[in-house]
């Protein structure tokens, strides 16, 4: 054969070959890869071994297929869920943040007290800080203001707790609000139970200004039932989106009523919805108007209270020194079954309610979500995973995103979302932190991603600060 048709017998084969050379394009390497992870998605229901790339902070694909990373970290017989939201979280600080973020948080909102000033609150937080944060503006902190209440802390401790308002004084607190709306506030903050001298009318006029923003009302009810009433009454008038925070704590001995009034106002067409932590203490200022009738109580009932800053439970004597000194209390009493029906229930998202300051506080801060995925959902089988995971992830996500964009992004596992992810064992996870010492981390979430950057690496904090503000557009 001479070499000119030997040439031309070859030509096809080559282009050929070349033409698979073409095809396949260079491996994809994405900044990190979570590799062989049961990726559980609470949006789409997928529920799969799946691979998950990562670039630039987002998810980039979802593969039934290896990928390759720079990094990889290998999720085999753990579970890959969105990061957990929690709604109602008061430490929005380092040293909450670095106990809230190892049992799985990846964004931390204070959206029951807020705060009174908005802008400056974000402006102290301008340092990247280690997980997503955001707060609501508080008519507890407008009314803290406008009536000189002496307070230092968190809620009031005279006029604005008990005071009455004028009417040019509810109107300078209403003008406080929609200040704070403007600045970017996520929602708007509500305490009918610190403030008993606030009206219903005054809390329906408030509900009105959160109504105008499009802004969720986020409320610590009073009065039992009679309270929830005339509260869901009130946001339906005024046009106010309705979350009720720790549905268990405020309904106690009621939860049964509670939950089938928040579903008949559901039913008819209201938006409310509730949360609830799984632990039977709940936790406050004792100087708080909670307590105002203190001194009328049977002697067994100030033992049900245990001072945060010894551990140690209060007899009428030592809780009379404790009103005047101040600093926050452990309040006792709830019952399990109490505490399990507002978990499982489908109406309640999952939030803390969490506090820590210079290592004392309620282990709801570093164990709230770890205790629900492992005595409920694994130990007691009284919650499935998914549906645990839609009450930590979606729904909250889902509760904030008409008014912050950027929640649209979070609480699912889909190409575009946000890279916030929490992987842990499902066999291990448990909470462990006590009442005497909330500081000890969970078990069982060996690794935290917040905008694909590695946050808790092998159940260490590592020294990446991804957070960012979590806010509305401001005008």
Not at 69 to 90: C, K, M, Q, S, Y
Not at 99 to 126: F, P
Not at 408 to 419: F, L, Q
């Amino acid at each position: 054969m001479t070499p000119l048709r030997l040439r031309l017998r070859m030509a096809p084969i080559a282009a050929v070959a070349l033409l698979l050379a073409c095809s396949r394009a260079p491996a994809t390497t994405y900044d990190l890869v979570i590799a062989n992870g049961r990726v559980m998605d609470p949006e789409s229901g997928l529920d799969s071994t799946r691979h998950l790339g990562i670039t630039g902070g987002k998810i980039a694909v979802i593969s039934a297929e290896p990928l390759q990373g720079t990094r990889t970290i290998d999720a085999t017989n753990h579970v890959v869920a969105p990061g957990f939201v929690d709604l109602h979280e008061h430490g929005q600080q380092e040293e909450s943040y670095a106990l809230m973020v190892r049992d799985g948080v990846t964004s931390a909102l204070e959206l029951e007290v807020g705060d009174g000033n908005i802008a400056e609150w974000y402006k102290t937080r301008e340092a990247p800080q280690l997980v997503n944060f955001g707060v609501s503006v508080g008519h507890i902190k407008a009314r803290m203001k406008v009536l000189n209440d002496p307070s230092k802390d968190l809620l009031p401790a005279g006029a604005g707790g008990t005071g009455s308002a004028t009417d040019a004084q509810q109107a300078a607190m209403a003008e406080i609000l929609r200040q704070g709306l403007a600045e970017g506030a996520v929602a708007v903050g509500f305490g009918s139970a610190y403030t008993p001298g606030a009206t219903m009318a005054e809390m329906e006029r408030m509900f009105r200004v959160a109504a105008e923003a499009g802004a969720s009302g986020h409320i610590h009810l009073r009065n039992g039932v009679p309270g929830l009433d005339s509260t869901i009454a009130a946001a339906k008038a005024a046009g106010m989106k309705l979350h009720i925070v720790h549905l268990n704590s405020v309904g106690n001995d009621d939860i049964d009523t509670f939950i089938a009034r928040i579903t008949a106002a559901r039913e008819a067409g209201q938006d409310v919805t509730t949360e609830a932590y799984p632990y039977g203490a709940g936790m406050t200022s004792i100087q708080s108007a909670l307590f105002d009738d203190w001194q009328t109580w049977p002697e067994e009932r100030y033992a049900l209270h245990q001072l945060v800053s010894t551990g140690e439970r209060l007899t009428k004597a030592t809780f009379a020194k404790a009103r005047k000194d101040g600093g926050t209390v452990i309040i006792h009493g709830r019952s399990e079954e109490q505490t399990k029906k507002g978990i499982v229930n489908p109406l309640a998202m999952v939030a803390s309610d969490g506090f820590i300051e210079n290592g004392r506080g309620h282990p709801r801060t570093s164990g709230t979500y770890a205790k629900v995925l492992g005595k409920y959902v694994r130990d007691e089988q009284a919650l499935p995973l998914m549906d645990a995971l839609r009450k930590m992830t979606l729904l909250p996500a889902q509760r904030l995103e008409a008014r912050v964009p950027a929640m649209a992004a979070k609480g699912r596992i889909k190409v575009g979302a946000d890279a916030d992810l929490t992987i842990f064992d499902p066999q291990t996870v448990i909470d462990r932190s006590t009442y005497t010492d909330a500081t000890i981390p969970s078990a069982g979430i060996p690794y935290v991603l917040i905008a694909g950057q590695v946050v808790v690496d092998s159940g260490k904090v590592t020294a990446a600060r991804p957070g960012r503000p979590l806010r509305a557009p401001t005008r």
